[in-house]
Nanobody, 123 residues
Framework: QVQLVESGGGLVQAGDSLRVPCAAP????????MGWFRQAPGKQRELVAA???????SYADSVKGRSTSPRDNVKNMVYLQMNSLKPEDTAMYYC?????????????????WGQGTQVTVSS
């Protein structure tokens, strides 16, 4: 069973920056697309960022221009860097690994998930 592990969440103030790392141990890491999702209480899980195995990215409109998601294929790590955080960014954040290498925005194409890390942005 592949276990992804997120860390780095916490309580921050509006306007702050936060980087959330995710360790994804399944080799070869570069063969799998990755994604970041978030879920706020009472809302559906939504895609934040999607990455191909080669590093191409796609971001949700709600975070575009404020977030980046680099991957380190040597360390088997992917990161979600969020800047200019807003209270509406408050959610549980999950990283996920897809079954293929091609970037995908479909939640049903992600096979492995982390346990999530809470990000709370105070106003």
């Amino acid at each position: 069973q592949v276990q992804l592990v997120e860390s780095g969440g916490g309580l921050v103030q509006a306007g702050d920056s936060l980087r959330v790392p995710c360790a994804a141990p399944r080799p070869p890491f570069s063969s799998y697309a990755m994604g970041w999702f978030r879920q706020a209480p009472g809302k559906q899980r939504e895609l934040v960022a999607a990455l191909s195995g080669g590093g191409s990215t796609s971001y949700a409109d709600s975070v575009k221009g404020r977030s980046t998601s680099p991957r380190d294929n040597v360390k088997n790590m992917v990161y979600l860097q969020m800047n200019s955080l807003k209270p509406e960014d408050t959610a549980m954040y999950y990283c996920a690994e897809a079954r293929g290498m091609v970037l995908t925005t479909r939640v049903d194409e992600y096979d492995y998930w982390g346990q999530g890390t809470q990000v709370t942005v105070s106003s």
